[in-house]
C-alpha cells in the first residue's frame, strides 16, 4: 500500500492531493548528491516552518486570546524546533553551515540557543523555579498543607517578536541556498526518461507496522527510499 502525505520544501509543507485528477503524478527524483543536499536543506526548512508556525501562535496568545495559557509551551517547542536546525545532530550538518546568521539577529539566535538548553531541554534554569510552600488558616493560625509551586517565564513578547524575526529571515536565506539546487535537479529531470518514470511509478516505500512496535531510536537517512507509518488497531481505517 502506497500513501503520498505531504509534500516538504523550504517554503513549508504543502499537501500533495489527488494530482491523477488533473493530469500530474509524483515520481521520485534519483539519487545524486545534489538530491541529498536538497533533502538536507529542505528539511531544515520543515523545522523552521514548525518553529514560525508555533511561535505565530504563541504571539497569538501572549495578545490574550483563547491561546494565552498554551503560550509558553508553544514557545518553548518553536525554540526545540529552531535549534533542531543547527544543534549537534548525526544525520546532517548544522543549518549554520549552509546559511551565515545575520549580526544584527545573531543576539536573538544566541538567546534562543541558550534558552533552549537551560529551560526547554534541561531544568536549569531560574526561569522555571520550584518552590515550597505552606498554606497557613490565619484564623487560628493553624497548618492547613504544604504544596510546591512551580512558577515559569516564558519568552517575553516583545522577544517572541523578535525570535519570528529571527526564524522568517533563516529561512528567506535559506530558500536562497535552496534554490539553485532545485533548478539543477529540474535539469537532470528534464534529460531523465520521464516517461519510463512515470510508468514505473517509483516512490518512497510505505511499511506499515503497529503502534506496538513503534520505535524512536532509528535514524534518517541521506537520501530516504521508506516511511514507517505506525497504527492503532483503535483507530478507524
Given at each position: 500500500?502506497?500513501?503520498i502525505?505531504?509534500v516538504?520544501?523550504?517554503?513549508g509543507?504543502t499537501?500533495t492531493g489527488?494530482h491523477r485528477?488533473v493530469?500530474m ?5 534519483p ?5 541529498r ?8 526548512g520543515a523545522?523552521?516552518?514548525?518553529a514560525?508556525q508555533?511561535l505565530?501562535?504563541a ?8 491561546l ?10 518553536a525554540?526545540?524546533a529552531?535549534c533542531?536546525?543547527?544543534f549537534?545532530?548525526?544525520?546532517r550538518?548544522?543549518?549554520?553551515d549552509?546559511?551565515a ?10 538567546l534562543?540557543?541558550a534558552f533552549r538548553?537551560?529551560?526547554i531541554?534541561n531544568?536549569q534554569?531560574?526561569?522555571s523555579?520550584?518552590?515550597s ?16 509551586v512551580?512558577?515559569v517565564?516564558?519568552l ?6 523578535r525570535f519570528?524575526?529571527?526564524v522568517?529571515?533563516?529561512?528567506e536565506?535559506l530558500l536562497?541556498?535552496i534554490e539553485?539546487?532545485?533548478q539543477?535537479l ?8 520521464l516517461?519510463?518514470?512515470v510508468a514505473?511509478?517509483k516512490l518512497?516505500?510505505i ?7 513503534f520505535n524512536p531510536?532509528?535514524?534518517?537517512q541521506p ?10 488497531e483503535?483507530e478507524?481505517?
Amino acid at each position: 500500500m502506497r500513501r503520498i502525505g505531504d509534500v516538504r520544501d523550504g517554503a513549508g509543507v504543502t499537501d500533495t492531493g489527488d494530482h491523477r485528477s488533473v493530469g500530474m503524478v509524483v515520481v521520485a527524483v534519483p539519487d545524486s548528491a545534489d538530491a541529498r543536499l536538497f533533502v538536507e536543506l529542505s528539511s531544515y526548512g520543515a523545522d523552521l516552518t514548525e518553529a514560525r508556525q508555533t511561535l505565530e501562535l504563541a504571539i497569538k496568545g501572549a495578545e490574550g486570546n483563547l491561546l494565552r495559557d498554551e503560550a509558553p509551551y508553544l514557545s518553548g517547542f518553536a525554540a526545540l524546533a529552531y535549534c533542531r536546525t543547527y544543534f549537534p545532530s548525526k544525520v546532517r550538518k548544522p543549518l549554520t553551515d549552509h546559511v551565515a546568521i545575520p549580526e544584527n539577529l545573531l543576539d536573538a539566535h544566541m538567546l534562543i540557543g541558550a534558552f533552549r538548553n537551560t529551560t526547554i531541554a534541561n531544568s536549569q534554569s531560574q526561569l522555571s523555579t520550584t518552590y515550597s510552600i505552606a498554606i497557613v488558616e490565619v484564623a487560628g493560625m493553624r497548618l492547613r498543607d504544604v504544596q510546591a509551586v512551580t512558577v515559569v517565564q516564558p519568552l517575553p513578547g516583545p522577544l517572541l517578536v523578535r525570535f519570528l524575526d529571527l526564524v522568517k529571515t533563516v529561512d528567506e536565506l535559506l530558500l536562497e541556498v535552496i534554490e539553485p539546487v532545485r533548478q539543477r535537479l529540474m535539469a537532470e529531470m528534464r534529460r531523465n526518461d520521464l516517461a519510463g518514470m512515470v510508468a514505473e511509478g517509483k516512490l518512497p516505500d510505505i511499511i506499515d507496522m503497529s503502534e506496538a512496535d513503534f520505535n524512536p531510536r532509528t535514524k534518517r537517512q541521506p537520501y530516504p527510499t521508506s516511511d514507517t507509518r505506525y497504527w492503532s488497531e483503535s483507530e478507524p481505517g
